[in-house]
Each structure stands twice: as structure tokens, then as C-alpha cells.
């Protein structure tokens, strides 16, 4: 079992920067993929990155490739997403997940198993 909590949400204004947490409990953390995904009014969630249970292997989509950047203390049971140079299109509510089966990480959301509750990241233009 693996309970996941996000932080680091808010208003930020376009070029602007923010830092998301992703602190989890439970032994499964170490040995599972974490990925971020986003969900803005009236859209499906969408995948925005994942990283591998090591920490050595990303994936990002493509509109936030070299924008953003995703890791993990395992010490710490935490995921992270630094996101830098926001824009108004990256407004949503941006959840992490964990998936205990493909600890290599993927893009798809029906792989993951656990689920965080979401932080409303609004970026203003």
C-alpha cells in the first residue's frame, strides 16, 4: 500500500517557477515508478512525467520537455517536479502516482496504482 500527498501548488505568474512534493508512505515507494499527471477543467488527465524506481531513467511529455524536471529522494520517501518557464496552458491540477508493476515508469494512467489527492498549480499570463 503506498499513500501519496502532494504539495507546492499555487499561483504563479507566466515564467515563472514551481516546485512540487510528492511525499509518500509505505515500503513500496523505493521499488515503484512515480509519475506526474495533470488535469485542467474539461480535459482528461494527461501523463507530464515519469521516473523509474532508481532515478536514473525519466520520460516527459512533449510540452513540457526541457521545462521541466522530475526526481526522487527514496531516502525520503518524496517525488519531485521542478517546473520553470510555466505557462498559462500549464494550469491544472497536477497529481502524482505510483505503480508498484513497471517500476521502469510509463506514460499510461491506467498503469498506475496509487493516486495523490492533486495541487492546483494556476499559472496567470
Known amino acids: 500500500q503506498v499513500q501519496l500527498v502532494e504539495s507546492g501548488g499555487g499561483l504563479v505568474q507566466a515564467g515563472g517557477s514551481l516546485r512540487l512534493s510528492c511525499a509518500a508512505s509505505?515500503?513500496?515507494?523505493?521499488?515503484?515508478?512515480m509519475g506526474w499527471f495533470r488535469q485542467a477543467p474539461g480535459k482528461e488527465r494527461e501523463f507530464v512525467s515519469a521516473?523509474?524506481?532508481?532515478?536514473?531513467?525519466?520520460k516527459y511529455a512533449d510540452s513540457v520537455k526541457g521545462r521541466f524536471t522530475i526526481s526522487r529522494d527514496n531516502a525520503k520517501n518524496t517525488a519531485y517536479l521542478q517546473m520553470d518557464s510555466l505557462k498559462p496552458e500549464d494550469t491544472a491540477v497536477y497529481y502524482c502516482?505510483?505503480?508498484?508493476?513497471?517500476?521502469?515508469?510509463?506514460?499510461?494512467?491506467?498503469?498506475?496504482?496509487?493516486w495523490g489527492q492533486g495541487t492546483q498549480v494556476t499559472v496567470s499570463s
Open positions: 509505505g515500503r513500496a515507494f523505493s521499488t515503484s515508478a
Open positions: 521516473i523509474n524506481w532508481r532515478g536514473d531513467t525519466t
Open positions: 502516482a505510483a505503480d508498484r508493476t513497471r517500476p521502469w515508469g510509463t506514460a499510461s494512467t491506467v498503469n498506475y496504482d496509487y
